[in-house]
């Protein structure tokens, strides 16, 4: 199934309730696209089996557990390393799997190689991260931070 193809008016409608609330239930979303449960139910296994609903998941946001310094990082490569026998670019996208402080990690076009969204407790702990982890990785040559001061949009919902 191609998403963009054969997504429905009603299978929308679910997605945007779905996205507002995950754990809505199938009689309350129903009632409010004007179909039965049970068909509900039919559409939204069809959307989880098609991967159009990869998972559920409960946001936690960073402030309440803690991690109150949110900062975005663009990250420059080396592009060719001697102490690495595989693509520099290999060895950074495996090891950023490993960094709990990366919640977010892109691969981008221009100047910079990546883009990481980095959630810590402090600037204590920015630094160690910084110094102790991403500088010492033998792929990274530069990086370049900015620090959020406000968060005037944040959403994990797509427009369906």
């Not at 507002?20 to 296994?45: C, F, H, M, W």
């Not at 033998?138 to 001061?149: G, N």
Request: glycine residues 4%.
């Amino acid at each position: 199934m191609t998403a963009e193809h054969t997504l429905d008016k009603l299978d929308r409608s679910i997605l945007r309730r779905l996205q507002e609330n995950g754990r809505e239930t199938y009689d309350v979303i129903g009632e409010q696209v004007g179909l039965s449960p049970s068909a509900v139910l039919r559409r939204v296994k069809r959307l989880e089996e098609a991967g159009v609903i990869e998972r559920y998941v409960a946001l936690v946001p960073p402030e309440k557990v803690g991690l109150g310094l949110t900062a975005y990082l663009n990250v420059r490569l080396e592009k060719s390393t001697e102490t690495h026998k595989r693509n520099p670019m290999d060895a950074f996208r495996q090891s950023v799997q490993n960094w709990p402080e990366v919640v977010e990690c892109a691969s981008l076009t221009g100047e910079m190689d990546y883009l990481l969204r980095v959630v810590v407790a402090d600037m204590q702990h920015y630094s160690r991260f910084i110094m102790e982890t991403l500088l010492k990785h033998p792929s990274v040559s530069d990086c370049k931070t900015s620090f959020v001061l406000d968060r005037v949009k944040a959403t994990t919902s797509v427009p369906v």
